[in-house]
C-alpha cells in the first residue's frame, strides 16, 4: 500500500491554466506538506496543515490555494500557471507537527509540473 | 530565519573509498535529518537524529550530530556504485515541525 500518494504524476500544461494536485496519506497522521523543488533540486515548504488548519504558511504568490478537506487529504490548486512554476512539487506528512516533536516527514512520489 | 549549508555539493569518487558529508546550520536544534533521493524518485528517510552526540549506522552510512557546533556529518564507509543518489540534511526548528532543508549532495560513485 502506497503510504503517501499524489495525482498527478505528470502534469504539462500552458501558461495562464488553472491546475490541482491531489495527495492523500494512509499513515493515520496529523500533519501534511507541500513542497517545491526547483530545478536545482532545492527543496522549499510551502504550505502545511495539521489537522485540517493551517499552520506553516510561507511566501508563495496567492495562485497558490491549498485545501485540506480532511487529515489525509491536502490538495493544492494552482491559478494562472507561471513559467516560473514548472518545479516538482512533493507532498509529504508526518506524525503530530507540535512543536518539540521528532517529525520524520515520509514523501510522496512528486509531481512534475511543466507550464509552456 | 534557519539556513542549512551542505557541503560539498558535488562529490565524484571511487569505489572503495570514504568521504564525509557535512551540513552546518545556522540556529540552535536538536533533530535533524538525512533524507536520499534517487534521480526522479522521491525523499526516502535515512536518518533521525535527535540529540547532541547522536550517532546513527545503516550500512555503510553514518550520521552524528553535534548540536554545539550546529554540524551533522554523514560519512561514508567503502563507498558503492549503489549510493549514488542526492543526499539531503534537514534540520527541524524547535518552535515547530517545519523542516529547512540543505542544498543537497549529489553523490556519484565510480566504479
Known amino acids: 500500500d502506497t503510504a503517501v500518494s499524489q495525482t498527478p504524476k505528470y502534469l504539462v500544461t500552458q501558461m495562464g491554466n488553472d491546475k490541482s494536485i491531489k495527495c492523500e496519506q494512509n499513515l493515520g497522521h496529523d500533519t501534511m506538506y507541500w513542497y517545491k523543488q526547483d530545478s536545482k533540486k532545492f527543496l522549499k515548504i510551502m504550505f502545511s496543515?495539521?489537522?485540517?488548519?493551517?499552520?506553516i504558511n510561507e511566501t508563495v504568490p496567492n495562485r497558490f490555494s491549498p485545501k485540506s478537506p480532511d487529515k489525509a487529504h491536502l490538495n493544492l490548486h494552482i491559478n494562472s500557471l507561471e513559467l516560473g512554476d514548472s518545479a516538482v512539487y512533493f507532498c509529504a506528512s508526518s506524525q503530530g507537527g507540535l512543536a518539540g516533536n521528532q517529525e520524520t516527514q515520509y514523501f510522496g512520489p512528486g509531481t512534475r509540473l511543466l507550464v509552456l | 530565519e534557519l539556513k542549512v549549508e551542505q557541503n560539498p555539493l558535488f562529490l565524484s569518487m571511487q569505489e572503495g573509498k570514504n568521504y564525509t558529508i557535512y551540513c552546518n546550520y545556522s540556529?540552535?536544534?536538536?533533530?535533524l535529518y538525512w533524507y536520499r533521493q534517487d534521480p526522479g524518485k522521491s525523499l526516502e528517510s535515512l536518518f533521525v537524529?535527535?540529540?547532541?552526540?547522536a550517532v546513527k549506522q545503516e550500512g555503510r552510512l553514518m550520521a552524528s550530530l553535534d548540536t554545539k557546533a550546529r554540524l551533522s556529518t554523514l560519512h561514508i564507509t567503502a563507498a558503492v556504485h549503489d549510493l549514488s543518489a542526492t543526499y539531503f540534511c534537514a534540520v527541524q526548528e524547535t518552535s515547530g515541525s517545519r523542516l529547512t532543508f540543505g542544498e543537497g549532495t549529489q553523490l556519484t560513485v565510480n566504479p
Open positions: 540556529t540552535t536544534s536538536d533533530r
Open positions: 496543515y495539521n489537522n485540517k488548519e493551517l499552520i
Open positions: 537524529l535527535l540529540s547532541n552526540g
